[in-house]
């Protein structure tokens, strides 16, 4: 996928809510922006296929940390962990108000081409207006923050 491109809903539906333990299914339109009819809002998704993915969760605390709450509010972050995994790194760091999903079969990942050629890595993407306004493959944790920043102002600048 590319920037530009639809942003596919049925893959949202596949996705598991961590604390139910159950797929998003039907719910995925509370998550996804033009399904809930707010068709002005945004989507921001970091993902990462690798279980235990030290950088996405150095990325996650910087996220947490750097963000505003008009951002955080607007950001989720889909892994392969399991759900039980995730909620207990979350309430280990004190982050249980950041929204996570488990993909551990990465189907959302494969169908949002997350999965990368050569190899695994931390993908953004940001989503509005049915289409994938942004994308920034293999981001590394450091600069997290930033590019997150950038590609949503970027956006609010020429939406797609």
Same mark, same amino acid.
Request: hydrophobic share 40%; aromatic share 6%.
């Given at each position: 996928?590319?920037?530009?491109?639809?942003?596919?809903?049925?893959p949202?539906?596949?996705?598991?809510?961590? =604390?139910?333990?159950?797929?998003?299914?039907?719910t995925? *339109?509370?998550?996804?922006?033009?399904l809930?009819?707010?068709?002005?809002?945004?989507?921001?998704?970091?993902? @990462?296929p690798?279980?235990?993915?030290?950088?996405?969760?150095?990325?996650?605390?910087?996220?947490?940390g750097?963000?505003?709450?008009?951002?955080?509010s *607007?950001?989720?972050?889909?892994?392969? @962990?399991t759900?039980?995994e995730? =909620?207990r790194?979350?309430?280990?760091n004190?982050?249980?108000?950041?929204?996570v999903?488990?993909?551990?079969? =990465?189907?959302?990942? =494969?169908?949002?081409?997350?999965?990368g050629?050569?190899r695994w890595?931390?993908?953004?993407f940001?989503?509005?207006d049915?289409?994938?306004?942004?994308?920034?493959r293999?981001?590394?944790s450091?600069?997290?923050?930033k590019v997150?920043?950038?590609?949503?102002?970027?956006?609010r600048?020429?939406?797609?």
């Amino acid at each position: 996928m590319f920037e530009g491109d639809p942003a596919p809903t049925q893959p949202f539906e596949e996705i598991v809510n961590i =604390r139910s333990e159950n797929a998003l299914g039907e719910t995925a *339109k509370r998550l996804v922006p033009w399904l809930k009819n707010t068709k002005s809002d945004y989507l921001i998704i970091v993902c @990462d296929p690798r279980v235990t993915s030290p950088e996405l969760r150095a990325a996650a605390q910087a996220l947490h940390g750097g963000l505003g709450k008009d951002m955080l509010s *607007k950001l989720i972050i889909v892994n392969a @962990d399991t759900p039980a995994e995730n =909620r207990r790194w979350l309430k280990k760091n004190n982050m249980d108000d950041l929204v996570v999903f488990s993909d551990e079969k =990465r189907e959302w990942m =494969r169908a949002y081409t997350a999965l990368g050629e050569n190899r695994w890595s931390m993908t953004m993407f940001v989503i509005a207006d049915e289409r994938i306004q942004k994308i920034a493959r293999e981001m590394e944790s450091i600069v997290a923050v930033k590019v997150i920043q950038n590609a949503v102002q970027a956006m609010r600048d020429r939406r797609l």
